[in-house]
C-alpha cells in the first residue's frame, strides 16, 4: 500500500537560525533545488519567522509540494496564555502544518501525552495539518517499553480525534535516542517500530487509517543514511532536525527518488 501514500520530509528548524534572512535563504535554496515531484516537504522555522516565510514561499515556484509548519500549537483558540499561539492564528497567518509533542516540548517544557493530545485535537479541529511525534528514550528501549511508550502516547490522540482527522496527521516516530545525537536506528529497528504502529492504528482505530496514514521516521537521518531507511515498506518519510539547515536536505528529500 506505500505507493497511496505520499513520501514525505519534514524539516525542523528548532531555534535556528537567528535571522529572517537565514531562514529565507535556506527556503529560497529548497524551492530552487531539484526535489522528487512526487515528494511533499514541510519545514517548520522559529514562530516569529512563520508569516514571512509563508508569505515570501508563496512567491516562489518549487516543483514540489512545499509547505511551511509551526512547531509547536495551544490547545486554545485565545485568552490568558502568555507566550503561546493558537491554531485560528496559524490559519489566519496561512500556516499548513503544525508540530506537536516533538521529545523536546515533551522533555524540556514537560508537555505530556493528555496536553499533546488536546493541542493536536485543537489543530485538526481549526484545519490545521499536523505532524504528531512519539519515541522512547534510550531506557525505555533497554526496558524493552519501546511499544508500551509509543501507544501510550498514540492512545491520547486516538482517544480524542475522529477516524476522519486521521486522513490530516502524519506520524512522526522519532526515538529519543536518536535525535540530536548522529545515531540513527537501523533501518530494521525503524521498520519494525512503524510497522507496529501501523498494526496498532488498524486494531484501534481502522484498517484504512493505518494503510492511510504516513508514519515518518526522525532521528539523525542524513543524505549518508536516508536511502536505506526510505527502501522500508512502512517508512513513508522523514522528519529532519540538523541536516534539514544544510544542503543535504535535498539529497534527503529525494531519497524515494530513481
Ligand atoms: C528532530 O529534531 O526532529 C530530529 C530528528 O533531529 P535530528 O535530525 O537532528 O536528529
Known sequence: MTAARTFFVGGNFKMNPTTYSGVKA???????????PK??????PPTLYLIPAAAHLATLKPSFTFNI???????????????????????????KYTLTGHS??????????????????????????????????????????????????????????????????????EPVWAIGTGKVATSAQAQDVHHQIRAYLSANVSQNVAEATRIIYGGSVTAANCKELATCPDIDGFLVGGASLKPEFVQIGNARRA
Open 104 to 173: 523536546e516540548r515533551r522533555t524540556l517544557f514537560k508537555d505530556t501525552s493528555d496536553t499533546v493530545a488536546a493541542r493536536t485535537k485543537a489543530a485538526l479541529d481549526a484545519g490545521i495539518k499536523v505532524i504528531f511525534c512519539i519515541g522512547e528514550t534510550l531506557d525505555e528501549r533497554e526496558g524493552d517499553k519501546t511499544m508500551s511508550v509509543c501507544e501510550e502516547m498514540i492512545k491520547a490522540v486516538v482517544n480524542v480525534i475522529s477516524e476522519k482527522d486521521w486522513a490530516n496527521v502524519v506520524i512522526a516516530y
Open 26 to 36: 535556506l527556503i529560497d535554496d529548497l524551492a530552487a533545488a531539484d526535489i522528487d
Open 69 to 95: 509548519s509551526a512547531q509547536n500549537v495551544y490547545s486554545k483558540t485565545n485568552g490568558a496564555f502568555t507566550g503561546e499561539i493558537s491554531p485560528e492564528m496559524l490559519v489566519d497567518a496561512g500556516i
Open 39 to 44: 515528494a511533499e516537504i514541510v519545514v517548520a
